[in-house]
């Protein structure tokens, strides 16, 4: 079966990421990692790594895309949890098998090689879950 190793990152939708690290990092003193463009997302990406967990701050970059209507319809705030999973495939098929509603029904790779998925958020609570594995 399956497992999910631990909470690897936070994701807080932004509208302006300047103001949103004068909180993150300058006031909280959380170091940026980086701050790139994640044109497969259409989005702006800072990461402010912690000790075996993340915070990562997203900006949208059109008008158009997923996340901007989320911010243009709920404002900003907590965008998803994400899980960090050994087996993404077998944990995709496990959880359709329980009758979870996926977003992706097979894991999607990032530009650096991480597979992730996304849960909707109707079988999860209320909160976006995104599945993470790493190697
Ligand atoms: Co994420």
Redesign the pocket.
């Known amino acids: 079966m399956p497992k999910v190793k631990q909470v690897n ?1 936070v ?1 807080i939708v932004v509208e302006d990421m300047d103001k949103a690290l004068s909180f993150w990092r300058d006031a909280l003193g959380i170091e940026l990692h980086g701050l790139r463009d994640v044109p497969a997302e259409k989005s702006q990406v800072a990461f402010l790594p912690l000790p075996g967990s993340e915070v ?1 701050l997203v900006q949208p970059t059109t008008e158009d895309s997923g996340i901007a209507k989320y911010l243009a319809k709920r404002g900003p705030g907590m965008h ?1 949890l ?1 899980l960090e999973v050994d087996d993404i495939a077998g944990m995709l098929s496990h959880l359709k098998s329980k009758g979870v509603r996926l977003i992706n029904d097979e894991p999607r790779t990032t530009a650096d090689g991480k597979k ?1 998925a996304f849960i909707h958020p109707e079988s999860t609570s209320g909160v976006l879950v ?1 599945l993470y594995q790493i190697s």
């Open positions: 990152h994701a990562e998803h994400c992730y995104e």
